[in-house]
């Protein structure tokens, strides 16, 4: 089999996502996520002259004007239709959401429509790869958009996985693209004389990736020649030292129990404090927790730990509980819908609500508040009231002007099963105002009232 460098490289891509092939490999079936930009007609386009049979799945999301999302999906299947009349083994298969549904979901979940829209599209991956029977399932992520993912994770402050990259593989999932750029995809399909489809949405920077990409990238490019290859490199050490660490945390015996999963204090204290964070993290994924935890979160816990023999924080729908000589991490039982906290608090001392503690140490002649034994800038006359949000609740911005609570935790992009873990303290003058929002309890934002 005669192949150009392209295809040679996909095939190599292939092979580096774990694929034990040879190029005579001819009779196995490889799913295609294909939306008829350039990636994905590029990836089709090499997958079947390497001789792969392909079942093509193309998804209408409708989140773009009709004759624009529907041009896409009848490009999809005429080339498909195309490739089948030359002799190339090629099925597709649509897949249409109904129209609002992604919409109605980012209100459902709090989310943005791109990442509405993705959790749909992966959920008809889901059901594709069941319904074919595939092993894989190749996604057309490329060198371009990797480098645009490290910048935003960047800029975001993740942690874990997610400074990484993408991964070139996961689970079903593959990328034989990732290392192969933009401008080497465009010219594999000019000199095959290929078309493709333009998403306009691609050029809308009110989405953080295109953002980067049209702003922030073009400027690194012409400041700070070479940054792009360092980013690169700086990402693979990551997962050589993610690799090793977690070898590490493989001699950590976590105890699955009915009641959730444990370790000895003895074993989570023989850790640095960063792997105390990474091996909290994976007790709580081992539960299920299928929310990316804040980092901050997870440090706050881990010092509240180190500090603390008998404390507990509670996440989403975690309870992570410290008791002498164990670290617990559990589903929290207690009905999210049904929370409320509220108490007066009239003297120093440390308090226990449903997101932590707080404490109160008088210094001079205010008291400062400590949240989760961290201090803060932050200082109360008696008596205030700490709870967590009503209904109609005010709170005074910068310039003076009363803001909606609710809008604030929108802003913080609070997903609705926290919300009620936010605490707020309030004045009991004849004011009555809320001093602070201390959405830092949960790996949020503070709002600290400066009057």
């Not at 996502?17 to 590029?42: E, H, K, R, W």
């Not at 599209?121 to 992520?141: G, M, Q, S, T, V």
């Not at 493709?196 to 702003?215: A, C, G, M, P, V």
């Not at 108490?343 to 002649?365: Q, T």
Request: glycine share 6%; with cysteine.
């Amino acid at each position: 089999m005669e192949l150009n460098i392209f295809e040679q490289k996909v095939f190599n891509g292939l092979q580096n996502c774990g694929l034990n092939i040879s190029p005579s490999d001819s009779n196995l079936t490889l799913g295609a996520a294909v939306s008829g930009g350039a990636d994905s007609i590029a990836m089709l386009t090499a997958l079947v002259a390497l001789g792969f049979r392909v079942e093509v799945i193309t998804v209408n999301h409708y989140i773009r004007p009709d004759k624009e999302t529907c041009a896409d999906v009848d490009f999809v299947l005429s080339y498909c239709r195309e490739l089948a009349n030359k002799g190339y083994k090629v099925n597709c298969t649509v897949k249409e959401l109904k129209r609002g549904q992604v919409a109605s979901l980012s209100e459902k979940r709090e989310c943005g429509i791109e990442e509405a829209a993705r959790f749909l599209r992966y959920e008809a991956f889901d059901a594709f790869i069941k319904e074919k029977n595939l092993e894989y399932l190749c996604l057309a992520h490329n060198q371009n958009d990797q480098i645009e993912t490290l910048v935003m994770r960047f800029l975001q402050g993740s942690s874990g996985n997610a400074v990484l990259g993408i991964l070139n593989r996961r689970e079903e999932y593959i990328r034989p693209l990732l290392e192969i750029n933009r401008s080497q995809i465009e010219e594999y399909l000019k000199e095959k004389n290929l078309r493709w489809q333009t998403d306009s949405s691609n050029f809308d920077t009110k989405y953080l990736r295109n953002k980067i990409r049209h702003k922030v990238i073009p400027l690194l490019d012409e400041e700070f020649p070479g940054w792009q290859k360092a980013v690169l490199s700086g990402a693979e050490k990551q997962v050589e030292d993610k690799i090793f660490i977690q070898k590490l945390l493989d001699g950590i015996n976590i105890e699955k129990t009915s009641d959730g999963n444990s370790v000895t204090v003895k074993d989570f204290f023989s850790l640095p404090m960063g792997m105390q964070v990474q091996l909290l993290l994976r007790m709580c994924n081992l539960c299920s927790e299928e929310n990316r935890i804040p980092y901050k979160f997870l440090k706050d816990t881990v010092f509240a730990f180190n500090h603390n023999e008998d404390c507990f924080k509670i996440y989403a729908d975690l309870e992570i509980i410290r008791k002498k000589d164990y670290i617990i991490v559990k589903k929290y039982s207690k009905s999210q819908t049904d929370l409320c906290f509220f108490d007066i608090i009239e003297k120093e001392g440390r308090y226990e609500f449903p997101f932590g503690n707080i404490s109160f140490m008088k210094k001079e002649k205010l008291n400062q508040v400590f949240v989760n034994d961290q201090p803060y800038d932050f200082y109360v006359n008696f008596p205030v009231c700490v709870r967590n949000a009503q209904a109609g609740d005010v709170v005074l911005d910068k310039e003076g002007h009363f803001r909606k609570v609710s809008d604030v935790y929108t802003a913080w992009k609070v997903p609705k099963t926290k919300k009620d873990y936010i605490p707020i303290i309030q004045g009991l003058d004849k004011n009555q105002k809320i001093l602070c929002i201390l959405g830092g309890a949960i790996g949020f934002d503070n709002w600290i009232v400066k009057e």
